[in-house]
């Protein structure tokens, strides 16, 4: 096994140690892992149990991160494994973030194997996605590194909890994010996801400060997160990373625990109005309209990018400029 990064000792006696990767900051007996599953104490040492094991290994549209401008109609060798450092109680992808480790079902990719596929496949990267990336630091540490080496674009598709010195040290080799903020308040992040708010929103602003591309996506849940004060607040601080940051609203479906009813496409609309007074890029996603997805010039209007599911389609642009007006989006990548 691969000995982890950044853990300490907390009680040599008792073989009891503290894992500093996320703000949780773990304390950990022998034989047991943190709230993640998959960081184990074994002998006082911690070991990353999906350390190059995963779940899910497939080619998949950039859109479908969802990130709509880091290279619009390019596809990505995407990786997931098991576990998570949050529980929420809404979650999509359940039956990998919340299972507990089984190497029954586990696939084996060295960091080598993940680059030779990329460029086998003619993917623009590597996306480390499906379950939370960041919990399985070192593999994700290598692989970057490596991929650097031959041009690949590094992509997470995160929760964004993670320390700072960690993030730190891998975020040279970071080309882009998309960072789920499941709300924006620190109440609903402790009930139903067992997490905080402010390590996730300073995980953003450190990327956006370092150029890094990022994308926020927001499931809007009816009744708990969907307030008008509370989107306001969300688009305040978005619009402090860059008016041009997109966001993209996201239609809620009962999953997992969660038995409130279906987001009503009103609440999306009235989220993605409000936040268009102050961000130049909104989308919503869940929803079969295509409008809602498209990216326009913000200037005169004209339709950039069509976007129907999957499928990409430039009908505006030339070299990143809106063709009718010259407009040139800040914050697109092609």
Known sequence: MKEALYFEIYNKEKKIIKCNLCPHRCIISDGKTGNCRIRKNVKSKLYP????????VSMDPIEKK????FYPKSNIL???????????????????SQAHYDETFMKSVSASEAVALAKQ????????????PLINYEWLKETMAEARKYGLKNVLVTNGFINEEPFFNIIENIDAANVDVK?????????????????VLRTVEIMIKRKKHVEITNLVIPGLNDSDEEIHDLVDWVYSLGEETPLHFSRYFPCYKMNVKSTPFS??????????????????????????NRTYCPQCKEILIERRGYHTQNVGLERGH??????????LHI
């Open 78 to 96: 995407s990786l997931g494994t098991l576990g998570c450092n949050f529980s929420c109680q809404f979650c999509q992808n359940f039956e990998i």
């Open 183 to 199: 709300s924006f308040r620190d109440d609903f992040y402790k009930k139903y996801c067992g997490g905080k708010l402010a390590p």
């Open 267 to 292: 609440i999306l609309e009235k989220a993605r109005k409000i936040a268009l007074k102050k961000l130049k890029h909104v989308y919503l996603g869940n929803v079969l309209e295509a409008e809602y």
């Open 66 to 69: 969802p990130l709509y401008h």
């Open 322 to 331: 809106c063709q009718k007006c010259g407009y040139k989006i800040a914050t």
């Open 49 to 56: 149990l999906t350390y190059g094991k995963f779940t899910s």
């Open 121 to 132: 496949y003619n993917s623009i990267g590597i996306a480390y996605t499906y379950n939370e």
